[in-house]
Structure formats: C-alpha cells, structure tokens
C-alpha cells in the first residue's frame, strides 16, 4: 500500500458504514484529502496537483472505490470539475481556481436536470451575459457532492451553443437542496441547486463558451466515466474479499462454504469480474495517458464493464453471505446499493450500449 493509499486508508478506517447510514462525510476527512491534493490527483504540479497519471490515479481511485463509494463519488466529482476548467478554461481562468481545488475547496458538476436526464440536448439552464455580468437562471438535479461543494460549475445554453460557467455555493440566488434518502452513496451529497437570477462576473464563464454542447459535455462526462470505472474496481475487490472470507470460516452441511462447489463458482465469478474490470480499465487509462483519439469510447467501454460487473457481483456477494450479509452497515449490502446506481451515472448502461453500438458500426468496413 503507499502512502496515499495508507491516507486515504486511516481516514476512512471502519467509519463508511457509519458514513453510509447517516448519509454524511464528516468535514475533517474531506478537508484532509482535499488540501493534499487526492481528491483530483490528476491534476499538474503547476496548480498544486499531484500530477499522477490515469493509471496511477485509477489505481488510487478504485483504493477509495474499496473503502467508500460515497468518498469515491465526492473525489469523481471534484477530478470533474478540475479536468473540466483545465479543458475549458482560459490559462488566467485555470490560475485562478484550480489552486483552490487542491487547497480544500469542495467541488460539484451539475449537467442533469428535471427534462435533460439521459438527453442532455435538452438542457434549458440559460447564462446570459448582461453587461460585465452574465445571470444564470435553471435547475439541477443529483449533482453529487453539491451538499458538500464550495464551488459548482454548471453547464447551460450560453448563445447559440454552450458553456460551463463556475457558480460558488453561496452566492445570491444559488439554493442547494439535498436527495432525500438516495438508494445508494449515501454520504455522497447529492443535491438538487436552483439557479435563480444568479449574478457573476463574466469572467466567471469558462473559456470555450458558444462551443457545442455535445463538445463540452463529451469532455467532463469522459473523465467522470474513467473515475466511476475505476471506482467500481474497488467495488468488485470489496465485494470479492467479503465473500472469499465468509466463504473460508462459514459452516454449513459440515464444511466451510467455500468447499460447496456452486459457492466455489460463485466466488470465481467475482474473480472473473474484478480481473475482467481491472484489465478493462487498465486499458482506457493507457489511451487516456497516451492521448490517443481511442480514449472516448475506451471510457464508455470501462465504465459499462465496471459498472455492469460490480452491480452483478455484489448481488453475487450477498448472495453468498446471505443473511450474514442482508442488512446495512454491511459492507456487501452498501456495494449492492451502491453498485446499482453506477449503471445509472455517467451514462446509463443503455446509452453506454448505444455509444459502444455506433463504435462498432463506425469501425466495422
Ligand atoms: P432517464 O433519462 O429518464 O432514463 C430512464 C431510463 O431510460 C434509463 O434506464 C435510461 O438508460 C433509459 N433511456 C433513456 N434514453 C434512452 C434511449 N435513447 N435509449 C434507450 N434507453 C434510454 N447528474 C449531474 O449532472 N451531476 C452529477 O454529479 C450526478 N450524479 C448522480 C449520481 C447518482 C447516484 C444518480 C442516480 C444520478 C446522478 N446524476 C448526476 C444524474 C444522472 O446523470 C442521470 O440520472 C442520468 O443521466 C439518467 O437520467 P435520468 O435519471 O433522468 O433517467
């Protein structure tokens, strides 16, 4: 284990269950890993990042993953935020705020709204620039991390075309409204945020503003898919180390479990799909190391396999644990919960398909 992982580690200790069921991170943990830079590793040296790569980072994250969905959804929303104004922000814009994102400000990334859910063409937020200002008028729905967030960046119709413009939490007309008791990620701090007649400099609008919406939105969603693949890495390994210890000292019929052969196959089935996710993910991370022009659909496709893997393998593991397993506060029982919601983010499984679909259309002769 290195160090960041031992940090990340010590701070979450036996507490995500506890996290879980009070649907709160406590600040001191989030603070910690924010002012050391872990929540957006990826981020350049430049601005107070660790600069890791996406491998190294994935590898942290599917860590987190393990430990607490919830800490992992918060860390995929801020390394949105930042690879979001290190894309689209001015050189000025990026100076001036993604210090700030590795010096404890929280973050959040509201795209979906009451109509635009997995149809993001139908956003209707408006920024609309009035003189030096722009005003920003709309509403987000589940935008993770928005209890916890000092600083939301908000997409919106800006002219003809779109733009991302940066929001913090307390200024006049901003209303931050949490989910009420969300299924799973408990403590991940989602939100619903009114946007009503908010006023901001204009500068406040990251550059690349006008550009299309699909252009804008394809750029954050791509680095949310990587982290909430990479998450669900960790998933598959709680789940595969819960079930492989239960397996091991639980008795029935005169022997462990793990000598029953279909729970043998069970346990296998949890290998295959931590393996399966792992090399998955692996793979996109190169492409997204290497910049290569693959590294789109190599998202889609890690994020699809993760999150489809850990929803069946968690269900594998409470199956195995059974009613060892069926109540929360059990680690196996908040992956199954948490698991579920991972094919609903960043792209459901269905839309996921669809994108994997026209990939294969567009590469076949
Ligand atoms: P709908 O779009 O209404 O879809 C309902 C069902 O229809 C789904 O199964 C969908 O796959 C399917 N469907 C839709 N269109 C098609 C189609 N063309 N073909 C086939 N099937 C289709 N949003 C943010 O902006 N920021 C966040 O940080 C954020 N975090 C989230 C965290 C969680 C835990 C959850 C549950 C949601 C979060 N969201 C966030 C919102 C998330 O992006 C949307 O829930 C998601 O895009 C799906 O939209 P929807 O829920 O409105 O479902």
């Not at 489809?308 to 397993?325: E, P, R, W, Y």
């Not at 669809?354 to 990939?359: G, K, P, T, Y």
């Amino acid at each position: 284990m290195n160090d960041r992982e031992a940090l990340v580690s010590e701070l979450v200790g036996d507490r995500a269950d506890t996290w879980d069921l009070t649907g709160l991170i406590p600040a001191e943990p989030l603070r910690k890993l924010g002012e050391a830079g872990l929540l957006c590793g990826e981020l350049p040296e430049q601005y107070g990042g660790l600069g890791l790569s996406s491998l190294d980072n994935g590898r942290f994250t599917a860590h987190v993953g393990s430990l607490c969905s919830s800490l992992r959804s918060v860390m995929t929303s801020q390394g949105m935020a930042a690879w979001t104004i290190q894309r689209l922000g001015s050189a000025q814009q990026r100076a001036d705020h993604l210090p700030r994102l590795t010096s404890g400000t929280l973050a959040a990334v509201g795209f979906s709204e009451p109509e635009a859910g997995s149809d993001l063409s139908a956003i209707s937020t408006e920024i609309r620039p009035d003189g030096d200002d722009v005003v920003v008028d709309g509403r987000k729905v589940w935008v993770t991390a928005a209890h916890y967030a000092h600083l939301l960046v908000i997409f919106g119709r800006y002219g003809d075309g779109a733009a991302a413009v940066l929001v913090p939490a307390d200024a006049p007309g901003v209303t931050v409204e949490r989910v009420a008791d969300p299924m799973g990620c408990r403590a991940a701090g989602h939100a619903g945020i009114r946007l009503d007649s908010v006023r901001l400099p204009r500068d406040h609008v990251l550059g690349g503003a006008g550009a299309a919406l699909t252009m804008l939105v394809t750029a954050a969603l791509s680095y949310g898919r990587m982290s909430v693949a990479w998450g669900c890495v960790g998933i598959l390994r709680a789940c595969l180390a819960a079930a492989s210890c239960h397996a091991k000292s639980r008795e029935q019929f005169g022997r462990p479990l793990a000598q029953h052969q279909l729970i043998g196959g069970h346990l296998a089935d949890l290998l295959v799909a931590e393996q399966t996710a792992t090399r998955v993910c692996e793979h996109a991370s190169h492409r997204w190391d290497e910049g290569s022009p693959d590294m789109v659909t190599a998202a889609v496709l890690a994020k699809h396999v993760g999150a489809t893997q850990a929803a069946a393998a968690a269900a594998t593991a409470v199956q195995v644990l059974a009613s060892a397993g069926a109540s929360d506060g059990h680690v196996v029982a908040r992956a199954y919960r948490d698991a579920k919601l991972m094919e609903i983010i960043e792209g459901s499984n269905e839309l996921c398909r669809l994108m994997l679909a026209q990939h294969a259309l567009s590469v076949s002769g």
